[in-house]
Each structure stands twice: as C-alpha cells, then as structure tokens.
C-alpha cells in the first residue's frame, strides 16, 4: 500500500475513507462583515433526497486508482454522478506545512468518493482537518467504451477572503449547472497563515494556497478525462477570493497550460489592494498570537509548524484592526523568485502589459452594490464612525485595503474623503457614500482595473453588472430579516449558479426560476463556447452581448432582463483610474 488511509467495507468493496470527511460540522461564513452560522448538513432537505450513500454512481478508474461515487439530482431532475473528497495532493502536514502541495500516491484498493473530504482549517468551524487537500468532481455523462462525451470542464475555486469556505458539496452545491451538458470540479485549498504564511525568503515563500489550485488543475488535465470530461477544454473560475486567484492564474508561469478560458466575479488584485513581497510583519504578528517569540524568518516557521492547525486558524481574529477590518489579512505576494516552484514573480498588472500573461476568453463582474453592508458595521457603532471621521488618513487604508503610511497613501485618502463625502462629516447620514466607497475599493476598481489591462490585447473579454435583486440576498440587515436597502450583495449572483446551503432549492416554479435559467445558460455557454451568449434567444431577451473594448466600455447589465450597457460606474472609478494610472511615468491625480 502507497497511501495511509483507513478502509471501509461497502458493497463488498474495501474503500479507503478520510477520518474527518464523514463528520458533521459546523460552517461560519463570513457575509459582508455579518458572520452568518449554519449547520451541515444543509437545512434545505430537499436537495439530499437523492443523495444517501447506498446508491452509487459508476465505479471510474482515474490515474490513482477506482474511485466509487454516489448519486444526486439536478433542479430539473438529472442524475448527477458526484465523486466526493477525492484526493489530489499529499496531506500537508508536518515537514509540508508551508511548503508547496505534493501530489497524491496511487491507492490498490477502490476510493471512497462518496462523501466530502474535509475543509481547509479556518476560524470557528469544526471538524476540519489539515489533510483537506481534496476536490469533488460532478457530471451527468460517465464515459462508455469507445464513448467518452469529452465535455467541456468548469474547476471552480471558491470565494472566503482566503480565510474561509471550501469546495465542498454542502458549500458549492451542483445542482443548478449541471442541468447544463459540462463537467464541474470544486476544489479544496489551504487558507489564512497555513495557506498564505510569508517571509520573503526561502523559509516561508507564501502563495501555498494557490499552488494546491495549479496541483488540483494538474490532476484535472490527467484525470478528468474519465468522468466525461475534455481535459482540452477547461474554464478555472472563481469568487471573490477565488476570482483573484484566477486572475493570478492568467500570469502565473505555473498555471499557462493548464486551462483555456476564465470567470472572474466579485474579486481582483489588479487595482488598489497592495500585492507585496511578504508579509513578515503580519508572520511576526501571527506567531506572536499563538506564542511563538522568535521573530526571525526560521524561528517564526519553526515555531508555527509546532502549533496546532485549529490554534492557527482560531487565531485570525487577532489580526483585525479597526473593528472587522481588513476584510484580507493573509493574501498572496510576489515571491522571491528562488526556484521553479515560484507561482507569481511580479505584480499582476506589470506581468499583463509587459504581455505575460495567458490570453484567452474572459467572463468578468461584479454585483452591483458588492461589499455595501460592510458600511452597516461602521455606522452602527459610534465610536469607529468618529475615528474614521477624525483620522481618515489612518484607518481608511485599512477599511479600503490600499497602501498606508505613505506620501501616497495621505492624498489617496484626501482625494477619496473628498469625492465620496464632499467634505461632509461621516456619520450615519454618509451609509450610501460609505456603501459606495466599500464596494468600489474592495471589488468593483480591482476589477474594472482588471478589465482594463486585459482588454488592451485580448478581444474577448466579457464584462458585467449583477444588478437582479430577488427574495434573497447574502446580506440582511441587522436584527431582521430584510435584506439590505441597496440592489445585489457580494455573493448574490452565486445564489443562482450553485446552491448555496443559506438558501432553499430553487424549484421550476419559485420565481427566481427564470433568473436561474439565465445565469446558468450564459455561464455554461462560456464554459462550451468561449462566449456568455453565442446568439440572441429568447431565453436570453434576444440581446447580444459585445466584448468590451477601450471605446465603447461595454457591459451586460443583469436585472430581471438582460441590457447590453456602456462605461460601468465610470465617474466613481475614473477618480480611481487618476490615483492609479497604468503609465508609471504618469503622476497620480487626486483631483
């Protein structure tokens, strides 16, 4: 035997199992700064009718070994044949905490893929476990002989602020795309200091989390084949911090042959959030919570590899500043270019307009009011509002995550209290401004920023506003169950892709049916075609929707119908696009 894993007797079968994966546990997500707490499994009963471990789906022989999976069923009543927990890489604990992923051993007997691996260690959730390197792969079509559908592949990474969440099927439900003719994977990766620590040397490089992503691509491209899938036509996509691991993938020397098209929604590190070289001090920060007092590079790791898993993800909290900001606090950085394992090895941006970067068809947006409600923590206490007010050069860096301390960072601050306050006080009656301000700094400007430099040489990128507002959102206001007074909340387009365990299985009758048909369709047809609507349908309102370009600026606006629209919010980010023009022989303007 190459692999340590336990077996279990199943169907006469001898089927390795991962301790933690049958757990039940509970899962904190963080919305909008609201932490919303739910229990798995899902409260919605409806989607696991089908889902009871004695009906298997098709035993499939990967590159490791037989993998045997199990059955769900779509909205519209297709069978799914999902393989669970399915292990790409080592686990990495002991000598490969903090190093990058290594690829799984081949097991003798048949894997048991019927039940989710474990998550990634995060903050107050249980029953998580280190060795969580797993990812879940879905389709409808298993191959036959001489018959392999070969459809096309969609390996989503999920959203969490690179501190939460994960791929699993009680996270990233699969129920809504694969009524659609693609295959879906969702993969785990490592999180917070376990996935992102950094010292800017050869100790600790960083970027951990995002290495697991290129080794669960790796096994995708060898593997994907046997459920159906063309490992010849793959879409990584991604959410919030998934999304910016994507569009770290389009640069990455590590990840150009492992896909052909990308979605990016609701995340980016292409505009004003500062991309280090490490993030020593935020180490030093880190070892200090958990007790570790040796603040050199190799006293940090040692010292951290010592500690337990949960005793460093239990310990995010600490790291924040100014209420519950940042919303990032472990994130990637530019490496220290040592040898080939090396995932980013200059800004994002410099890498786009110097041409290294991979071009292929984008799908990119946001929603239209994203991390709004996070205003909502600030105006509801008196004292951080009076001190945001009094000393905007000091915590707004932090609350709008761009450089602090600096010359720059002073009249990046002027200039934004300027434009979006008008010299006004920032108390209660400044919610829509500091909404605003929110959504623009820690999404909508990355993005509109990314669109902008990918757009320059590539011609089908695809640009969109989420603007449906529906029964549901991802933020409520506080003590009620009103959703916000703006229109669609960071995450709520997801709510319509992949069943999310806060919300009820959308039936053919529920009127969010129709915008369910509609994202579904147009996310699947990029994933087939290269483009979100290959012709005008009436399914899709007959609109057709054209690439953006320097011009003309154009986005698909999404509501209850669908409006093909030019220049998104371009007063809000031209005052953005002045702070941080792409000429570095330019000089900022804060006017």
Known sequence: MKSNMRFLELDNDLVPIRAASMLTVTSAILFLGTVLAYPYPDP????KTTSQHSIHALSITTTLGEVKG?????????????????RYAKAPIKELRFKPPVPAEKWDNIFNATVDGAACPQPNVDHTSEDCLFLNVYTTKIPKANDNPKRPVLVYFHQGEFHSSSGRSLDIGPQYLLDHEIVLVTPNYRLGALGFLSTGDKEATGNYGLKDQVQALKWVKENIAAFGGDPDSVTIAGYCAGAASVGLHLVSPLSKDLFHKAIVMSGSVYGNWP???NQLDLAKKQAKLVG???????????????????????????????GKEPIIHWSPVIEPNLDQSTFLTDSPVELVLKGKMKKVPILVGITADEFGGRAFDLISNETLLNDLDREFEKYAPIAFIYERGTEKSKSISKSLKSFYFDGKTIDKTALPALAQLFSDALVGFNVNRFVEVMSQENDKVFYYNFNYKGRYSSFYLPDSNN???YGASHLDDLIYLFHLPKFPLFKETDPEASIVEKMTKMWSNFVIYGMPIK??????????????????????DIGNKLLLSEKLFDKRYERW???????ENETPSTG
């Open 44 to 47: 919605d009963p409806v989607s």
């Open 70 to 86: 199990t059955l769900l069923t779509t909205r519209l009543g297709k069978t799914i044949h999902a393989y669970q927990g399915l």
């Open 275 to 277: 991309l280090k070289s």
């Open 292 to 322: 570790c007092t040796d603040e050199t590079s190799t006293g940090i790791v040692k010292c951290l590899r010592e500690k337990s898993a949960d005793e460093i993800a239990n310990s995010l909290a600490g790291l924040k500043e100014f």
């Open 483 to 485: 959703t916000s007074p």
């Open 535 to 556: 012709e005008p349908c009436e399914m899709l309102d007959n609109v057709k929707w054209d690439a953006y370009k320097a011009g003309t600026q154009f986005y698909m």
């Open 577 to 583: 696009r002045k702070l941080y023009p792409l000429n």
